[in-house]
């Protein structure tokens, strides 16, 4: 660092109230930064990683990656704060070596798991990527957790569960049972879940058809019910049942978008 940007400085400036003050700093760091940072600047940017705006979050992940590439123990300090840290800092430090090359391992699973719990649409959505990226290379040990987070009682973590599942293309009996449950969910986001899971499963099983006959005949919810019909175009079970369900939804004058989701499913379904 130049003579200006000391270790003093720049932890102070790190550590401020002000997001300009804080944004500077980051920046300083990015551009002056010519060799191994201290531990006092490491600790400073990954407390960054805690702070409720977004933008400075973002800009210290986006910093400490980079340094990460040129200076390994900036990493072992992300993975201990992906341990150690604060739920905000545990999630923005795993989301960090997610940025880094090799950085992605499976001791960060938990703070992913727990992420994808947040209330913050953001923060779940982001975390999904990396959850299926980590199942792509660990598909046992993140299938494991993910059924018990899909079984869980947070409608949010349930939500993206099934997302998780449907994008790592994970079906054996197991995983429709947990669609099974989830088709009746009180949440309605949770069912459209569970719809979309089902629609990718794919495995054209009679038991799949009739969860998605009954959200397309009787849920509640418009969305549910559109998906549903949606989700039987796309299972490739051509039963009398599944046909007539589908042009009763076509009649459904009611519902213009049922109407046309329902129209592609038959369409779909007759060039079988």
């Known amino acids: 660092m130049t003579e200006d940007l000391t270790t003093e400085v720049i932890v102070r400036e790190l550590g401020a109230s002000e997001r300009k003050v804080r944004l500077r700093a980051i920046v300083r760091v990015i551009r002056e930064f010519q060799a191994e940072l201290g531990p006092a600047v490491i600790e400073a940017l990954i407390g960054c990683l805690g702070s409720t705006d977004k933008t400075v979050q973002r800009s210290a992940a986006s910093a400490l990656a980079g340094i990460a590439a040129k200076d390994p123990q900036v990493a072992q300090s992300l993975r201990r704060a992906v341990e150690?840290?604060?739920?905000?800092?545990?999630?923005?430090?795993?989301?960090?070596?997610?940025?880094?090359?090799?950085?992605?391992?499976?001791?960060?699973?938990?703070?992913?798991?727990?992420?994808?719990?947040?209330?913050?649409?953001?923060?779940?959505?982001?975390?999904?990527?990396l959850v299926v990226r980590l199942g792509q290379d660990y598909p046992r040990e993140v299938r494991r957790e993910l059924l018990a987070l899909a079984g869980g009682g947070n409608a949010n973590g349930c939500k993206m569960a099934l997302y998780c599942l449907r994008d790592l293309k994970f079906d054996d009996e197991e995983v429709r049972a947990i669609a099974r449950r989830a088709s009746v969910a009180a949440a309605d986001h949770v069912r459209l879940a569970a719809m979309s899971l089902l629609a990718h499963l794919a495995d054209g099983s009679a038991q799949?058809?009739?969860?998605?006959?009954?959200?397309?005949?009787?849920?509640?919810?418009?969305?549910?019910?559109?998906?549903?019909?949606?989700?039987?175009?796309?299972?490739?079970?051509?039963?009398?049942?599944?046909?007539?369900?589908?042009?009763?939804?076509?009649?459904?004058?009611?519902?213009?978008?049922?109407?046309?989701?329902?129209?592609?499913?038959?369409?779909?379904?007759?060039r079988l």
């Open 84 to 129: 150690l840290g604060q739920p905000r800092i545990r999630w923005a430090a795993a989301y960090t070596l997610g940025l880094v090359r090799g950085g992605l391992e499976l001791k960060v699973l938990p703070a992913l798991i727990e992420a994808l719990r947040n209330d913050d649409g953001d923060v779940r959505w982001a975390a999904s990527e």
């Open 208 to 270: 799949s058809a009739d969860i998605l006959l009954r959200c397309l005949e009787e849920d509640r919810h418009e969305g549910v019910r559109r998906a549903a019909a949606s989700a039987l175009g796309r299972l490739n079970h051509r039963s009398e049942r599944v046909l007539e369900a589908l042009r009763h939804a076509v009649k459904d004058h009611g519902d213009s978008s049922l109407s046309r989701a329902a129209q592609q499913a038959l369409a779909r379904l007759e």
